[in-house]
């Protein structure tokens, strides 16, 4: 091969080289996430793993969107889905309540809330003032937002609440405007799974809660347990310094 090289002629040599910088780079692109929007200076905590392969914010949200949007699920999930999981949050929302996490007075926000089953268990459990936001909206209860860029005014929650937090390109975004949109004091409640990969919709892969603790930068940790949650089986909750 060195010979083969050897042997062509001058003007030849930096054209093939071009070429193979080119392929080497349009290879990196396809293996590495799109690691901008606000990227931290510093390293992302070790036991968090963004997923390779987007080659674009948009082929993100086409991924997602791909889900969402089904129609035949969306039935499902308004219907057959409907009570069994409003009365699973239920559960979770009334454990929280009875631990001073939450109160029916606390302004609420449901993140990546899809067509609201958590946002009807909060106003079930008394919790009025409550809303979601998910990429594709479902009034009254989900409003059109998009978790890495809160449609929200700082310090406007006094709890929020998600179990998407693997659906995040760009965790310290998630976590970023989270802890923007939260008061002082404010309390913020994740479900994850952290003893398997999560779903083929997932964007990232966290593998212990000192990631979570690593992003929460002005928060924090005051609570973690074991949940049997849709799938999820840690529930985490910081508070807002
Ligand atoms: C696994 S579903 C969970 C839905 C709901 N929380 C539940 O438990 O039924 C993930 C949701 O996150 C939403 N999602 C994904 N990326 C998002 C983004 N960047 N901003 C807001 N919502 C997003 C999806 O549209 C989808 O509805």
């Given at each position: 091969?060195?010979?083969?090289?050897?042997?062509?002629?001058?003007?030849?040599?930096?054209?093939?080289?071009?070429?193979?910088?080119?392929?080497?780079?349009?290879?990196?692109?396809?293996?590495?996430?799109?690691?901008?929007?606000?990227?931290?200076?510093?390293?992302?905590?070790?036991?968090?793993?963004?997923?390779?392969?987007?080659?674009?914010?948009?082929?993100?949200?086409?991924?997602?969107?791909?889900?969402?949007?089904?129609?035949?699920?969306?039935?499902?999930?308004?219907?057959?889905?409907?009570?069994?999981?409003?009365?699973?949050?239920?559960?979770?929302?009334?454990?929280?309540?009875?631990?001073?996490?939450?109160?029916?007075?606390?302004?609420?926000?449901?993140?990546?809330?899809?067509?609201?089953?958590?946002?009807?268990?909060?106003?079930?459990?008394?919790?009025?003032?409550?809303?979601?936001?998910?990429?594709?909206?479902?009034?009254?209860?989900?409003l059109k937002g998009d978790f890495?860029?809160?449609?929200?005014?700082?310090?406007?929650?006094?709890?929020?609440?998600?179990?998407?937090?693997?659906?995040?390109?760009?965790?310290?975004?998630?976590?970023?405007?989270?802890?923007?949109?939260?008061?002082?004091?404010?309390?913020?409640?994740?479900?994850?799974?952290?003893?398997?990969?999560?779903?083929?919709?997932?964007?990232?892969?966290?593998?212990?809660?000192?990631?979570?603790?690593?992003?929460?930068?002005?928060?924090?940790?005051?609570?973690?347990?074991?949940?049997?949650?849709?799938?999820?089986?840690?529930?985490?909750?910081?508070?807002?310094?």
């Amino acid at each position: 091969m060195k010979t083969d090289l050897l042997k062509l002629p001058v003007f030849l040599k930096p054209l093939i080289l071009s070429l193979f910088l080119l392929s080497f780079l349009a290879f990196l692109s396809l293996q590495t996430p799109l690691l901008s929007f606000n990227k931290p200076a510093e390293k992302l905590p070790p036991d968090l793993k963004i997923r390779p392969g987007y080659s674009s914010y948009d082929a993100y949200l086409h991924r997602q969107l791909n889900k969402t949007l089904n129609p035949k699920l969306r039935q499902i999930w308004t219907t057959r889905d409907w009570d069994r999981k409003v009365r699973v949050f239920s559960e979770f929302f009334g454990s929280l309540k009875r631990r001073e996490l939450l109160s029916n007075g606390s302004k609420s926000l449901c993140i990546g809330a899809r067509v609201g089953q958590e946002v009807a268990a909060l106003k079930r459990v008394g919790v009025n003032d409550s809303v979601g936001i998910d990429l594709v909206p479902y009034p009254p209860l989900v409003l059109k937002g998009d978790f890495h860029h809160q449609p929200f005014d700082d310090g406007t929650f006094d709890f929020e609440f998600s179990n998407v937090f693997d659906h995040a390109l760009y965790p310290w975004r998630f976590v970023g405007e989270i802890e923007r949109t939260l008061r002082r004091g404010g309390v913020c409640v994740l479900h994850v799974l952290l003893s398997r990969r999560a779903d083929k919709y997932s964007a990232n892969d966290l593998y212990s809660v000192d990631a979570l603790k690593e992003l929460f930068k002005n928060s924090e940790m005051v609570e973690v347990r074991r949940i049997d949650g849709f799938g999820l089986d840690t529930e985490v909750v910081f508070r807002k310094k």
